[in-house]
């Protein structure tokens, strides 16, 4: 049973425009939310991240939202740019008790940004 | 760089045979995870130690084990190796128990023949 998935498995955007990033999740134990990149042979790098209190959370080009009705969130990267181009996996962390700080990562979406 | 060390960077070794992944956390992080990747699965979450202390635990293997040593390095020991257990292994910390961000490692890609 996948808790946290990414229905598209790539996208492809044009060098300046936005690229929008879809996560849905189905338990409504997890309140903490995160994205990370990941380039081939690396690890994972930490992007943004937010919290069940708020629906929305910035920083630089990067913007997450969260919509806990319809348990979704979604990464927005504006302008997108080359060096942007990387898989991109959403992942949630639940409300304590056996859980701790456990990540329950989707399956990731492989973003293409073209000059 | 994420602050996160693992060695080896890559191991081969055969079917029924045991290896140790090391990993030491960003300076100042008690919290130590170990995820593995491989291509059927994305990223699965092993386990996890906090200070010395296992704090949760995934769908980890009774043939894997870990722990956290004093100076907060953390092993990761595969035995009785199978070939499906080639994959890529991941070693995160964070600066605290729960919800939060994890800097991850570089990973060990382990190569079971």
């Known amino acids: 049973d996948q808790q946290v998935k990414q229905n598209s498995p790539s996208l492809s955007v044009q060098e300046g425009r936005i690229s929008i990033l879809n996560c849905d999740y189905t338990n409504s134990m997890f309140d903490y939310f995160l994205w990370y990149k990941k380039y081939p042979a690396e690890g994972p790098t930490f992007l943004i991240s937010i919290s069940s209190i708020k629906d929305k959370n910035e920083d630089g080009r990067f913007t997450v939202f969260l919509n806990k009705s319809a348990k979704h969130l979604s990464l927005h990267i504006v302008p997108s740019q080359p060096g942007d181009s990387a898989v991109y996996f959403c992942a949630a962390s639940g409300a304590g008790g056996t859980s701790y700080g456990k990540l329950t990562f989707g399956q990731g979406t492989i973003l293409t940004v073209h000059p | 760089d994420s602050g996160v060390t693992q060695t080896p960077k890559h191991l081969i070794t055969a079917t029924g045979q045991r290896v140790t992944l090391r990993c030491s956390p960003r300076s100042g992080d008690l919290s130590v995870y170990w995820y593995q990747q491989s291509l059927d699965q994305g990223l699965q979450f092993l386990i996890q130690y906090y200070n010395g202390e296992e704090r949760a635990k995934g769908n980890i293997l009774e043939r894997f084990s870990a722990q956290q040593f004093p100076d907060l390095h953390s092993e990761l020991n595969l035995s009785s190796l199978e070939l499906g257990d080639s994959a890529l292994y991941f070693c995160?910390?964070?600066?605290?128990?729960?919800?939060?961000?994890?800097?991850f490692g570089p990973g060990t890609r382990l190569t079971v023949t």
């Open positions: 995160a910390s964070s600066d605290r128990q729960g919800a939060g961000e994890q800097y």
